[in-house]
């Protein structure tokens, strides 16, 4: 009987190339192992046992699958009778391209499974390894991007339960669930920040990016590209292929415009048009991009001070001033101190806490910087401080060395000076003077101010005056 005879009956044929497939793989392929329906090795060939350590193939026998080649997926091929036909596992040494069947007896059902390593050189398979590779590297810098951009505060973390603290929680938690424009107007360090990624950690838009762009912080003709990007070949050199400003980069999240009190009037007019028509036009194209973002804007600045000083459009005002959250000063919710400096306290890792005095001395504090300020003297008071209770001198050190007041010199503003600041120094001079004039007599100097003992008491605790003045 000739080869063409041979070919002639079907099922012979059949079984040669079963048998021919089988020797060719077994033997160009990087290794071969079969198990039985407990997937425990029945045979493997020399290489692949060494492959894994054994001196010979014969000590596989017998053993589960795992045990040799620990991350087998033979048992899964026996379990679900599911071949999978291209994989790749790694072994101690590298990785290898591997293909799994499943083996079943003449009436159908599942006896075993063959597992073939294709080969180890994944070199050969470059343009799709390399691909995959690049794809992987990709997605981990996008995830790491991503979580990167996602908020680090929820609600949590604004600290207060005072009627003023409540409120503008309520006020933020009811804005997280809604679409339109946030507008939080405070003054710096009041935590205007944390609450725009509380409210976009508690909305929808959670799992997308946070994005802020300050106004303030950017020189002023860099700013439109900052927000809408650049169209390829828009300019020469570095971004000659165009760069996605920030509201393609929050793109289903929430961008954050803090300083909106900054921006430049015709960046406004811009701005403007994105929030009416939910498009934009990256600088140096023609193209119209749709924008899908939720904007949350923030200011120190008296908005409406600016609106009349024709610095800010009254139209962007009303766009954003939908949800307008009002977030009080420190000075405005003295009653959160404790609970604030504790927080605080913690977050910097600090041992430290506060005696009653350090406290009653915090609370009259006029925080012109806020809850920023009260962590920054906090932070100081506990670098300088060995005992771990802080007492009032600790804090009055770190609050700041008062400026000396000269005998008999009048108050006037200074310029660039706070209302607070100058009434402090008025508040000193006053006192300083009394007690001079009363040699140290608190109980005398209270009388000659119309003020009551403890309510002296407490004023030159707070100003870091001594009775020795
Ligand atoms: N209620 C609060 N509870 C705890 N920490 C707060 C609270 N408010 C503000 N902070 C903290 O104070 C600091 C300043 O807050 P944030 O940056 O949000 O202020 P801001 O209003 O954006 O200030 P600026 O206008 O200067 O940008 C941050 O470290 C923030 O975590
Ligand atoms: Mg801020």
Same mark, same amino acid.
């Given at each position: 009987?000739?080869?063409?005879?041979?070919?002639?009956?079907?099922?012979?044929?059949?079984?040669?190339?079963?048998?021919?497939?089988?020797?060719?793989?077994?033997?160009?392929?990087?290794?071969?192992?079969?198990?039985?329906?407990?997937?425990?090795?029945?045979?493997?060939?020399?290489?692949?046992?060494?492959?894994?350590?054994?001196?010979?193939?014969?000590?596989?026998?017998?053993?589960?699958?795992?045990?040799?080649?620990?991350?087998?997926?033979?048992?899964?091929?026996?379990?679900?009778?599911?071949?999978?036909?291209?994989?790749?596992?790694?072994?101690?040494?590298?990785?290898?391209?591997?293909?799994?069947?499943?083996?079943?007896?003449?009436?159908?059902?599942?006896?075993?499974?063959?597992?073939?390593?294709?080969?180890?050189?994944?070199?050969?398979?470059?343009?799709?390894?390399?691909?995959?590779?690049?794809?992987?590297?990709?997605?981990?810098?996008?995830?790491?991007?991503?979580?990167?951009?996602?908020?680090?505060?929820?609600?949590?973390?604004?600290?207060?339960?005072?009627?003023?603290?409540?409120?503008?929680?309520?006020?933020?938690?009811?804005?997280?669930?809604?679409?339109?424009?946030?507008?939080?107007?405070?003054?710096?360090?009041?935590?205007?920040?944390?609450?725009?990624?509380?409210?976009?950690?508690?909305?929808?838009?959670?799992?997308?990016?946070?994005?802020?762009?300050?106004?303030?912080?950017?020189?002023?003709?860099?700013?439109?590209?900052?927000?809408?990007?650049?169209?390829?070949?828009?300019?020469?050199?570095?971004?000659?292929?165009?760069?996605?400003?920030?509201?393609?980069?929050?793109?289903?999240?929430?961008?954050?415009?803090?300083?909106?009190?900054?921006?430049?009037?015709?960046?406004?007019?811009?701005?403007?048009?994105?929030?009416?028509?939910?498009?934009?036009?990256?600088?140096?194209?023609?193209?119209?991009?749709?924008?899908?973002?939720?904007?949350?804007?923030?200011?120190?600045?008296?908005?409406?001070?600016?609106?009349?000083?024709?610095?800010?459009?009254?139209?962007?005002?009303?766009?954003?001033?939908?949800?307008?959250?009002?977030?009080?000063?420190?000075?405005?919710?003295?009653?959160?101190?404790?609970?604030?400096?504790?927080?605080?306290?913690?977050?910097?890792?600090?041992?430290?806490?506060?005696?009653?005095?350090?406290?009653?001395?915090?609370?009259?504090?006029?925080?012109?910087?806020?809850?920023?300020?009260?962590?920054?003297?906090?932070?100081?008071?506990?670098?300088?401080?060995?005992?771990?209770?802080?007492?009032?001198?600790?804090?009055? #050190? @770190?609050?700041?060395? %008062?400026?000396?007041?000269?005998? &008999?010199? $009048?108050?006037? +503003?200074? !310029? /660039?000076?706070?209302?607070? #600041? @100058?009434?402090?120094? %008025?508040?000193?001079?006053?006192? &300083?003077? $009394?007690?001079? +004039?009363? !040699? /140290?007599?608190?109980?005398? #100097? @209270?009388?000659?101010?119309?003020?009551?003992?403890?309510?002296?008491?407490?004023?030159?605790?707070?100003? /870091?005056?001594?009775?020795?003045?």
């Amino acid at each position: 009987m000739n080869i063409t005879d041979n070919l002639k009956d079907y099922q012979q044929v059949r079984g040669l190339a079963i048998q021919s497939l089988f020797e060719i793989i077994e033997q160009s392929s990087e290794g071969t192992v079969i198990v039985d329906r407990d997937a425990n090795i029945v045979w493997m060939n020399e290489r692949y046992a060494k492959r894994f350590g054994l001196k010979s193939a014969d000590e596989a026998i017998g053993q589960p699958c795992e045990q040799v080649i620990s991350n087998s997926l033979l048992r899964q091929v026996v379990r679900n009778d599911q071949p999978i036909l291209l994989d790749i596992q790694d072994t101690p040494k590298g990785p290898l391209v591997v293909m799994r069947l499943p083996i079943h007896n003449e009436a159908g059902a599942v006896i075993g499974a063959i597992g073939f390593a294709l080969f180890d050189e994944l070199r050969n398979l470059s343009p799709l390894i390399e691909r995959y590779l690049s794809m992987q590297q990709e997605l981990a810098s996008t995830r790491s991007l991503l979580r990167s951009r996602q908020s680090k505060y929820n609600f949590a973390h604004f600290i207060g339960t005072s009627a003023a603290s409540l409120e503008v929680k309520r006020r933020a938690r009811r804005s997280a669930s809604a679409e339109s424009p946030v507008l939080l107007l405070g003054e710096t360090g009041t935590g205007k920040e944390l609450l725009a990624q509380a409210i976009h950690g508690a909305s929808t838009r959670a799992h997308k990016a946070f994005v802020s762009i300050n106004s303030a912080a950017i020189p002023a003709d860099l700013l439109e590209a900052e927000f809408f990007g650049t169209a390829p070949g828009a300019f020469t050199g570095a971004d000659r292929k165009g760069r996605p400003g920030k509201f393609q980069i929050a793109q289903g999240g929430t961008l954050f415009l803090d300083e909106i009190g900054d921006m430049p009037l015709p960046l406004q007019n811009k701005l403007l048009r994105v929030l009416q028509e939910k498009e934009f036009e990256p600088v140096g194209s023609n193209e119209m991009l749709h924008s899908d973002v939720r904007v949350i804007a923030a200011t120190s600045m008296d908005l409406e001070a600016a609106i009349k000083r024709g610095e800010f459009r009254a139209d962007l005002y009303y766009r954003l001033n939908v949800l307008p959250i009002q977030v009080p000063p420190l000075r405005e919710r003295l009653e959160d101190i404790p609970a604030l400096s504790e927080a605080i306290l913690e977050e910097l890792r600090s041992q430290h806490e506060l005696d009653r005095e350090a406290l009653a001395l915090l609370a009259q504090h006029a925080w012109p910087g806020n809850i920023r300020e009260l962590r920054n003297v906090l932070e100081r008071a506990a670098l300088l401080s060995d005992d771990l209770v802080l007492n009032a001198p600790a804090i009055r #050190a @770190a609050i700041g060395t %008062f400026t000396p007041v000269e005998r &008999g010199s $009048a108050v006037a +503003a200074v !310029e /660039g000076e706070s209302f607070s #600041a @100058a009434r402090e120094r %008025f508040d000193r001079q006053v006192i &300083g003077a $009394a007690l001079r +004039a009363c !040699e /140290g007599n608190v109980v005398e #100097a @209270a009388k000659r101010l119309g003020l009551g003992r403890s309510t002296l008491y407490k004023k030159m605790v707070a100003l /870091g005056i001594d009775q020795s003045h």
